[in-house]
């Protein structure tokens, strides 16, 4: 009797030694009872097509992808969801039986969920949300904060140029704000996240005032080490619900794994628990 193939999938980047995907996916892996295997790859970007037009053979179900592979990846692929297409972006890929690579970008996903799991009255219809950053970040949240319904995006970033080529893509939904006067437009905000490196450990603080945040506000930060930055634990003084960036990095990775391996993994206590020892 044949034994079926054990099923490999994992994560490739340049560099990838800091990638937490491979804790994350063999924490589930294990919990799941799922005979399959997550590794992680340093691909260079000359090497990029070659490796992924191969890896099927290999048995790979699928891989995730960080930088600075998020872009290229989507042009090499054969076809895209709509969210990925409209990010410019993709971090998740599953090669299909025929060797084709189908991508998508669940940060986004990964983002929502979060923000629904850690604050669960949340509600994206109750005012404008405020973006500080214009990166790839912000696009994937910009995308998944329109498509919940939020009314309208402000949107702040070091150098306007960059935020004012987002509302040239993304539309009149979004108002540019100056960066100097970032705290502004917090006043009437109701969602506010952080999705620069700002407050990152290593890296400089984020010296946005936050005089005029609303109490009723939920505010996030996408960087989650440290866990409560200096920008959520303002928030939390001021009586704001705060949801940390580990979230978003757990359910993020919860499409793919059902793709690859054909259960749908939980983020519970008990996974933030492991990923933070």
Same mark, same amino acid.
Not at 62 to 67: C, R
Not at 203 to 216: A, S
């Given at each position: 009797?044949?034994?079926?193939? @054990?099923?490999?999938?994992?994560? @490739?980047? /340049?560099? @990838?030694?800091?990638?937490?995907?491979?804790?994350?996916?063999?924490?589930?892996?294990?919990?799941?009872? $799922?005979?399959?295997?997550?590794?992680?790859?340093?691909?260079?970007?000359?090497?990029?097509? %070659?490796?992924l037009r191969?890896?099927?053979?290999?048995?790979?179900?699928?891989?995730?992808?960080?930088?600075?592979?998020?872009?290229?990846?989507?042009k090499l692929? *054969?076809?895209?969801? =709509?969210?990925?297409?409209?990010?410019?972006?993709?971090?998740?890929?599953?090669?299909?039986?025929?060797?084709?690579?189908?991508?998508?970008?669940? /940060?986004?996903? %990964?983002?929502?969920?979060?923000?629904?799991?850690?604050?669960?009255?949340? /509600?994206?219809?109750?005012?404008?949300?405020?973006?500080?950053?214009?990166?790839?970040?912000? &696009?994937?949240? @910009?995308?998944?904060?329109?498509?919940?319904?939020?009314?309208?995006?402000?949107?702040?970033?070091?150098?306007?140029?960059?935020?004012?080529?987002?509302?040239?893509?993304? !539309?009149?939904?979004?108002?540019?704000?100056?960066?100097?006067?970032? %705290?502004?437009?917090?006043d009437d905000?109701?969602? $506010?996240?952080?999705?620069?490196?700002? %407050?990152?450990? !290593?890296?400089?603080?984020?010296?946005?005032?936050? =005089?005029?945040?609303?109490? *009723?506000?939920?505010?996030?930060?996408?960087?989650?080490?440290?866990?409560?930055?200096?920008?959520?634990?303002?928030?939390?003084?001021?009586?704001?619900?705060?949801? =940390?960036?580990?979230?978003?990095?757990?359910?993020?990775?919860?499409?793919?794994?059902?793709?690859?391996?054909?259960?749908?993994?939980? $983020?519970?206590?008990?996974? &933030?628990?492991?990923?933070? &020892?």
């Amino acid at each position: 009797m044949t034994k079926p193939n @054990i099923p490999l999938a994992g994560v @490739i980047g /340049d560099p @990838i030694s800091h990638s937490l995907s491979p804790r994350l996916h063999g924490y589930w892996l294990k919990h799941n009872a $799922v005979a399959g295997h997550y590794v992680p790859m340093h691909i260079r970007e000359r090497d990029l097509e %070659g490796v992924l037009r191969q890896m099927p053979k290999m048995g790979f179900r699928g891989v995730n992808v960080t930088l600075p592979h998020k872009v290229n990846v989507l042009k090499l692929a *054969d076809q895209a969801t =709509d969210r990925a297409i409209l990010i410019g972006a993709a971090n998740t890929l599953t090669f299909r039986d025929d060797g084709s690579m189908f991508a998508d970008n669940t /940060d986004g996903y %990964g983002f929502i969920e979060n923000l629904r799991q850690s604050a669960p009255d949340w /509600d994206p219809k109750a005012g404008p949300a405020a973006i500080l950053g214009a990166g790839g970040a912000a &696009r994937a949240i @910009i995308v998944a904060l329109a498509d919940a319904g939020v009314p309208e995006i402000h949107l702040s970033n070091r150098t306007r140029p960059k935020a004012e080529a987002l509302r040239a893509e993304f !539309g009149p939904k979004i108002k540019v704000v100056d960066w100097v006067q970032a %705290g502004n437009m917090l006043d009437d905000a109701r969602t $506010v996240i952080n999705t620069t490196s700002l %407050g990152m450990t !290593g890296q400089q603080e984020l010296r946005v005032p936050l =005089d005029g945040l609303h109490k *009723d506000a939920v505010v996030s930060d996408l960087v989650y080490t440290p866990l409560e930055t200096s920008f959520l634990a303002q928030a939390k003084a001021k009586g704001c619900r705060t949801v =940390d960036g580990l979230g978003m990095l757990l359910h993020q990775g919860v499409p793919g794994f059902e793709r690859w391996f054909g259960k749908r993994p939980k $983020v519970d206590e008990e996974l &933030r628990k492991f990923m933070l &020892r």
